[in-house]
C-alpha cells in the first residue's frame, strides 16, 4: 500500500503560481514513478505530468512550459509547480503512484491522493 498526501493548492489570480507537493509513504518500493492529473467539475481527469524515480520526466503537451514536475527522493515527495496560470487550470490536483511504466491513463495509477483544489480567478 502507497500513501499520497497532496498540499499546496490555493487561490490564485490569472497568471499567480502555486506550487504543489505529493508525498508518498508506505510500500513505495515497487513505484516506478508519480503522475500529476487534474480533474475540472464536468470533466474527466485528465493528465498533467509525470516523473519517474530516476528524474525522467513526460508532460501533457499543452501544458509544458509552464508546469515543472520535480522530485526529492530523500524525502519521497515529487513537486509540480505551476506557473502563469489561467482560470481554465481550476480543477482538483491529484498525485498517483504506478508500478508500471509511466502512462497517460489514469487506469494505469494504482494509488491515489485525496486532491489539491486549485482556483484561478480571472
Known amino acids: 500500500q502507497v500513501h499520497l498526501v497532496e498540499s499546496g493548492g490555493g487561490f490564485v489570480q490569472t497568471g499567480g503560481s502555486l506550487r504543489l507537493s505529493c508525498a508518498a509513504s508506505?510500500?513505495?518500493?515497487?513505484?516506478?514513478?508519480i503522475g500529476w492529473f487534474r480533474q475540472a467539475p464536468g470533466k474527466e481527469r485528465e493528465f498533467v505530468a509525470a516523473i519517474t524515480w530516476t528524474g525522467i520526466t513526460y508532460y501533457e503537451d499543452s501544458l509544458m512550459g509552464r508546469f515543472t514536475i520535480t522530485r526529492d527522493n530523500a524525502k519521497n515527495t515529487v513537486y509540480l509547480q505551476l506557473n502563469n496560470l489561467k482560470p481554465e487550470d481550476t480543477a482538483v490536483y491529484f498525485c498517483?503512484?504506478?508500478?508500471?511504466?509511466?502512462?497517460?491513463?489514469?487506469?494505469?495509477?494504482?494509488?491515489w491522493g485525496q486532491g489539491t483544489q486549485v482556483t484561478v480567478s480571472s
Open positions: 508506505g510500500r513505495t518500493a515497487n513505484s516506478k514513478a
Open positions: 498517483a503512484d504506478t508500478s508500471r511504466p509511466v502512462d497517460p491513463e489514469p487506469d494505469e495509477y494504482e494509488y
